[in-house]
Structure formats: structure tokens, C-alpha cells
């Protein structure tokens, strides 16, 4: 299947590159040396050093350090996030999430109730930072985002079809570009925002509101979000809604974390939540 890389065409083939450089770092069993990274990448050591640092933030070495199992609990203790202060201080559903321009709204509980029924959801396949992505969206908004590296992209086609199954599918995908530049930070000034469209129940709405005000390069807890929403005994609740969440990266359910700093599960699977948060820490750092 062929995909449309979300990015200009000038960049095309550093984005590639730096694509099959994060999923081999992300696969790798043990820490690769710059010599090896360079070698797969068909590149010299200093070349890639330099391209690699120019596009995630940081070197090839911490960016694996990033990656560490450990390192999620470490960022629990260092880099947690209280929502109300992440509210107090503007990042909320409406405003800026951090590194992306987001404005969204939600269907109404009556409409979500129809299953999609009266709808038109577009489609189309897309290159992402951790591979290949599946955007479906409403003429209000992108409403599906899901990442098939470790899925697979029938099982990620059927994921999101399956929560809309009364909706009409039409694939599309240059009704959706411009909106999907915007989301993955491509500049080619397409958008100022990348609008969403929530379609989901009362409760699951509340928790990807809260998801919203998670800056990037933090992260929060189940539990946290729990309180954040008025439902502090909720947690499991909450973790489901988590992991209902239709629109991966746009709404940072992989910013949230389990009270241990373990990393819990993750929809699309935990490499793809590895990579997500070692990608946003080195560039929080950088």
C-alpha cells in the first residue's frame, strides 16, 4: 500500500531516513553504536549525527538512553504534570497543546448514540514519525488517527471502522492533508490548527479533554486524571477510556502513565509508546 508522507517534498527523503532510524533504534535488543546506526542508515557516522540531532533534538546515544524501560519511571519522578496547573496555565482542550495547534469539538451523547449512522468519514494512509498511519476524519475534523507498525493495517483499518460502523466510508486522503501537515508539524503552511472532531461517550470525552493538557515531554497518571475529571475512584474507568482514545498522538494517551511509572498498555502497541515518549522527552530536552 502506498502511503502520503505528511511532509514537504523537499524534506521527503531526510524524513524517511530518520522514519526507518527511529524504528530500528526502537527494535533494537541492546544500544547501537553510531557506527552501526550509520551503516543501516547507508550513511557516514558524521552525517548522520548531524542529521539525526537536527530533526529529533538530541544525538543517537541519548535518544536511545530515551528509550530505556527505566526511563519512564524517572520521568514520572521529574517531569509529572499536575492537569489543573497544566490548565491553570492555558494548555487545555481549546488552546495550545504544547508542540501542536489543536482546536476541537465533540459530537453531541445523542449523535455518538447512532454509531456513525448519517456521517461521512474520510480516509487515507499517511507516513508518520513511528510509521505507517491511518487518519480518518468528518468535514469538522480529523475524528481517527491510528498508528499500524505493530497492529498492522487491516487490524488497524478494522479498529477504527468497527467504533463507527453506521458511518459512510470514503477514502480520500487529499481532503485530509492538509490537516495531517499540521498535525505531524510539517511546515508548509497548510494550517495554522488541525481541528478534531471527538466522536465519543460523555465520560470518554472528559478523559480526552484531560489527555489535551498534558504538555509534551510530560507525562501524568491514570490516577491523576481520574481527580482531574472529578472522579477520583474512577481509575479503571479512566484507564479504559485511555485506551479508547481514537486519535493516537493528536490526544496523548501515551503521555499516561501507571502510578509505578510503569509504562501500562498502550492501543497500538508498547513499542509505539516507547518511541512516542523517548521522541517527545529528547526534543523537551533539546
Not at 514519525?129 to 499500524?148: H, N, Q, R, S
Not at 490548527?193 to 470518554?204: D, E, R, S, V
Not at 509505539?272 to 533539546?286: H, S, T
Amino acid at each position: 500500500m502506498t502511503h502520503n508522507a505528511p511532509i514537504p517534498e523537499s524534506d521527503g527523503y531526510h524524513y524517511a531516513v530518520m522514519r526507518r532510524a527511529i524504528d530500528l533504534l526502537d527494535h533494537a535488543e541492546d544500544p547501537m553504536t553510531l557506527e552501526d546506526i550509520a551503516r543501516h542508515m547507508d550513511m557516514s557516522p558524521a552525517h548522520f549525527q548531524r542529521l539525526f540531532s537536527r530533526w529529533v533534538g538530541v544525538s543517537p546515544k541519548r535518544y536511545q538512553q530515551y528509550l530505556m524501560l527505566g526511563q519512564a519511571k524517572d520521568m514520572l519522578s521529574k517531569s509529572a504534570t499536575t492537569l489543573e496547573a497544566a490548565h491553570e496555565v492555558g494548555l487545555s482542550g481549546t488552546g495550545r497543546l504544547h508542540d501542536l495547534f489543536l482546536r476541537w469539538e465533540a459530537m453531541s451523547p445523542g449523535s455518538y448514540a447512532q454509531k456513525g449512522a448519517g456521517l461521512t468519514i474520510y480516509w487515507g494512509w499517511f507516513e508518520s514519525p513511528f510509521g505507517p498511519a491511518l487518519v480518518m476524519g468528518t468535514e469538522k475534523g480529523i475524528c481517527g488517527l491510528a498508528l499500524a507498525a505493530e497492529t498492522g493495517e487491516d487490524a488497524a483499518m478494522a479498529d477504527l471502522h468497527n467504533r463507527w460502523p453506521e458511518a459512510d466510508y470514503v477514502e480520500d486522503p487529499m481532503m485530509l492533508r492538509p490537516w495531517v501537515l499540521t498535525a505531524f508539524g510539517a511546515q508548509d503552511g497548510a494550517l495554522d490548527k488541525a481541528p478534531l472532531y471527538l466522536i465519543g461517550a460523555p465520560f470518554q470525552i472528559k478523559v480526552w479533554e484531560a489527555l489535551l493538557r498534558i504538555p509534551s515531554g510530560q507525562v501524568t497518571t491514570y490516577s491523576d486524571i481520574a481527580t482531574a475529571i472529578g472522579s477520583p475512584k474512577a481509575v479503571r474507568a479512566v484507564g479504559t477510556a485511555v485506551g479508547r482514545n481514537p486519535v493516537s498522538w493528536l490526544i496523548p494517551c501515551h503521555r499516561a502513565l501507571r502510578k509505578s511509572g510503569a509504562l501500562g498498555g498502550y492501543h497500538w502497541g508498547l513499542p509505539v509508546k516507547r518511541a512516542m515518549l523517548a521522541f517527545e522527552a529528547a526534543r523537551a530536552e533539546a
